[in-house]
């Protein structure tokens, strides 16, 4: 059966979810709360093989703009000598060019924005989705696909909660402007963390060497109360655990400079200092032991969040959605089943991802721990070299 589906949140996973099932015939409604050009946030991201496949699959352009290949990774010293290096095939890309892409090629009449989803109804016909704006949809299947701080997931499993993992990313995006700037796909290793740089298509998608931008990615340890104190704003006002960027602190970007100084290599420290506005972001994890309830799913960072070293939440949010659309064609009217069926595959997927990330960041979090053995510079590199990031393929026996 193909009917009506309301999918909340407008970001890669709801549009993923968007053309996924008007693939298989449904009619589908977007509801984003952000207004504006969404284009305009985001920065670099490492994507998969898979990701790109589905797009093609999904009749969505994908080019040589939609990514910048790379062909090695390298892992720098401090002193900026190359440690060691491996050759690995992958597209570097940014969150707003597979936005854009999406969303290019979704008719304007299926996404709402300024719709803030904020409860609803579900059983085992349909579901009714409620916004804040006092409006109600109802639909035959309701998509939950807003994020890591998912209202949708909050109205259906409470007691799930992100956790913080003890650490945040401090975040550049630098344009090349014309300039050289160093753009390999390279890792180094500051103290207790990991730093990792790369070439993304530009803000405006140019890939030409000279109008790109180089992402840059430093995790970096943080107490929960230093997350707070780097979060409160000059007139005193703390924002929890994420501060918009142009409020946070001329001295805690002036610490995060001086730490650089003594612990990145000249490349990534060069690259840091070329950016005006670093940002933070705390990292967490997030786990949900269901993702089907009635006639509402979770997908993409509503239902799993992993920290980010397995450069792979884009990717999830489309391997989700394509998971969804199988089952739905596959189980016919019986949605029931269908979504039974979705939920068993992605949660399996969804924990292994989750597990495997956790392990990898677990030096970051734990490397305060008196107990903790931490890992020698050669066998730091190869992790980063060879784990971070990897080829997520073979999902069921690569990620177990
Ligand atoms: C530091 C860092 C680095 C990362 N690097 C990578 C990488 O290299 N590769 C990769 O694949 N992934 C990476 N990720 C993860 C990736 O960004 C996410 O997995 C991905 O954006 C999840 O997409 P989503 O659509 O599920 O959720 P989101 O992108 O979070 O979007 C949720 C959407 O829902 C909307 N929304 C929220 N609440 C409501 C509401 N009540 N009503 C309506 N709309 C609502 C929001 O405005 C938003 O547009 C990284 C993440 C971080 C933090």
């Known amino acids: 059966m193909a009917g009506k589906a309301a999918i909340v949140g407008g970001s890669v996973g709801g549009l993923f979810a968007a053309h996924a099932l008007r693939n298989i015939g449904w009619e589908i409604a977007v509801y984003e709360r952000a207004e504006g050009d969404l284009a305009a946030r985001g920065a670099g991201l490492g994507t998969h093989q898979d990701l790109f496949e589905i797009m093609q699959r999904l009749g969505i352009a994908v080019d040589e ?3 910048i290949a790379v062909g090695s990774r390298v892992c720098l010293a401090r002193s900026g000598d190359v440690l060691k290096e491996i050759p690995f095939q992958e597209r570097k890309s940014s969150w707003a060019t597979i936005w854009r892409a999406l969303r290019r090629a979704l008719p304007d009449d299926c996404f709402n924005q300024g719709k803030d989803f904020a409860a609803l109804e579900t059983g085992a016909n349909g579901a009714v989705a409620h916004f804040a704006d006092g409006t109600t949809v109802t639909a035959d299947l309701l998509v939950g696909a807003d994020g890591n701080r998912s209202t949708v ?5 409470p007691q799930v909660q992100p956790r913080y993992c003890g650490y945040v990313a401090w975040r550049a995006l630098i344009p090349e402007n014309g300039a050289r700037l160093y753009d390999r796909y390279a890792f180094s290793m500051p103290d207790g963390g990991s730093a990792v740089s790369y070439p993304v298509p530009g803000r405006d998608g140019d890939i030409v060497p000279g109008r790109r931008s180089i992402n840059f990615l430093w995790y970096h340890p943080a107490s929960e109360a230093e997350v707070r104190d780097m979060s409160t704003d000059e007139t005193g006002h703390c924002h ?3 501060i918009p960027p142009p409020l946070i602190r001329k001295d805690v970007v002036a610490n995060l400079l001086r730490e650089a100084a003594d612990q990145l290599p000249p490349q990534h420290l060069d690259l840091l200092r070329a950016e005006p506005q670093p940002f933070f972001q705390a990292i967490y994890d997030l786990e949900c032991d269901r993702l089907a309830f009635g006639r509402a799913v979770l997908l993409g960072d509503a239902a799993f969040v992993a920290r980010p070293h397995v450069g792979a939440g884009v990717t999830k949010a489309a391997l989700d959605t394509h998971g969804l659309a199988d089952a739905l064609r596959a189980h016919g009217d019986d949605i029931a089943s269908a979504l039974a069926s979705y939920e068993r595959e992605r949660l399996k997927i969804g924990k292994r991802m989750v ?3 956790r ?3 677990a030096f970051i979090e734990f490397h305060r721990s008196p107990d903790f ?5 050669m066998q730091q590199a190869d992790e980063l070299l060879y784990e971070h ?3 997520i393929r073979s999902v069921a026996e690569f990620w177990a």
């Open 65 to 67: 703009r939609t990514g």
């Open 153 to 157: 997931r909050e109205r259906l499993l």
């Open 240 to 242: 929890g655990m994420a």
């Open 355 to 357: 597990a495997r990330a």
């Open 359 to 361: 392990r990898l960041g």
């Open 373 to 377: 053995k931490r890992p020698d510079t």
């Open 389 to 391: 990031g990897a080829d």
